[in-house]
């Protein structure tokens, strides 16, 4: 019980991007349930060297012997938010979209990392 959250070191190449993290579990068998998930917008007055702290909706889950968990994590989540046009122009209005490259980094300098929450 508590909320997850996700730790990511992460950029983007317009400065302006989404991170959208699902956290899922998955049986033995491969079949995916979604658990929680959560969604931050960036812009480009996020410093590139600070972790993003996503956090996630509030869960109480139990993951069972041999189940795995999946972190899974991508620019985004339409038509659930509304898309990112990457310029930084305002969402009702923009005109232009532009393509991110959106890199996660997960090394002993980033150490990325998803926070689940025991009791």
Same mark, same amino acid.
């Given at each position: 019980?508590?909320?997850p959250?996700?730790? *990511?070191?992460? =950029?983007?190449s =317009?400065?302006?991007f $989404? *991170?959208?993290?699902? *956290?899922?579990?998955?049986?033995p068998?491969?079949?995916?349930?979604?658990?929680?998930?959560?969604?931050?917008? @960036?812009?480009?007055?996020h410093? $590139? #060297?600070?972790?993003?702290? %996503?956090?996630l909706?509030?869960?109480?889950h139990?993951f069972?012997?041999?189940?795995? %968990?999946? @972190?899974?994590?991508?620019?985004?989540?339409?038509?659930?938010?509304?898309?990112?046009?990457?310029?930084? #122009?305002? @969402?009702?209005?923009a005109?232009?979209?532009?393509? =991110?490259? =959106?890199?996660?980094?997960?090394?002993?300098v980033?150490?990325?990392? *998803?926070?689940?929450?025991?009791?």
């Amino acid at each position: 019980m508590g909320t997850p959250s996700a730790d *990511l070191y992460a =950029t983007g190449s =317009t400065g302006h991007f $989404d *991170l959208f993290v699902r *956290l899922c579990d998955v049986d033995p068998g491969g079949r995916s349930v979604n658990v929680c998930d959560g969604f931050v917008r @960036l812009t480009p007055d996020h410093a $590139d #060297e600070d972790p993003v702290r %996503i956090a996630l909706g509030a869960a109480g889950h139990r993951f069972a012997a041999g189940h795995r %968990i999946r @972190l899974q994590v991508s620019g985004g989540a339409h038509p659930r938010f509304a898309r990112n046009p990457g310029t930084g #122009e305002p @969402l009702g209005t923009a005109v232009r979209m532009v393509a =991110t490259r =959106t890199t996660v980094h997960h090394d002993p300098v980033h150490p990325s990392a *998803l926070v689940l929450p025991m009791v």
